[in-house]
C-alpha cells in the first residue's frame, strides 16, 4: 500500500508539475515599434540593462516584468535624458492583478520626442501618449500615482509609437 501511495504521489506531482510548465509556456506577449520621427532607434530593455529590441518586434514567451523602452536619440544607458516607457506585461494572477505600463519623466529622464503606447490584442486602444514636457499622461516626481495604465487582459500585447 505505501509503494502504491508513494507513486500516486510523485505522479500527482509530476501532473501538477507539467501543467503548471505548459501553462507558463503558454503566456506571451509582444512589444511592437513605430518610430515616425527622422533619426533615433527604438530601443527595449529590461531594466538591469539587457537590451531586447532594437526596433524589430519582441516577444516575451512568459512574463515581461520591468521593460523599459526608448528612442535612443543620445540617452542614458537605461533612458536617461530621454521619454522613457515602463512596462510590465503579465496575465493576471488573480483579480485586480496584470500588465502595467506608463511613461515616465521623472528626472533623470525627461521629454524628448513625443511618445506613446496602446494595449492590443487585449485591453484595446487603452493606452497613453506625451506630446510634449508638460505631459499630464506621464509622471513626473516619484510622488505622483494614478497615470499608469493597466490591463487585465491575458496575452496583451503593448504598441509604442514615436513621433505620432
Request: proline share 5%.
Amino acid at each position: 500500500m505505501m509503494i502504491g501511495m508513494t507513486y500516486f504521489l510523485k505522479l500527482t506531482a509530476f501532473v501538477a508539475a507539467t501543467a503548471f510548465v505548459v501553462e507558463g509556456q503558454s503566456e506571451t506577449h509582444t512589444v511592437t515599434f513605430q518610430n515616425l520621427c527622422s533619426t533615433g532607434v527604438p530601443t527595449l530593455k529590461t531594466y538591469n540593462g539587457e537590451i531586447l529590441s532594437t526596433g524589430p518586434a519582441y516577444t516575451s514567451n512568459g512574463s515581461l516584468i520591468a521593460a523599459i523602452a526608448y528612442l535612443d536619440v543620445g540617452c542614458g544607458a537605461k533612458g536617461e535624458g530621454c521619454t522613457l516607457i515602463e512596462t510590465t506585461l503579465v496575465n493576471p494572477a488573480s483579480p485586480g492583478t496584470g500588465s502595467s505600463t506608463d511613461i515616465n519623466l521623472i528626472p533623470p529622464h525627461s521629454f524628448s520626442v513625443p511618445s506613446g503606447f496602446w494595449y492590443y490584442n487585449g485591453c484595446d486602444g487603452h493606452g497613453a501618449n506625451c506630446t510634449d514636457a508638460d505631459c499630464p499622461s506621464a509622471f513626473h516626481s516619484s510622488t505622483e500615482g494614478g497615470v499608469g495604465i493597466v490591463c487585465l487582459a491575458e496575452n496583451v500585447n503593448l504598441a509604442i509609437t514615436f513621433c505620432n
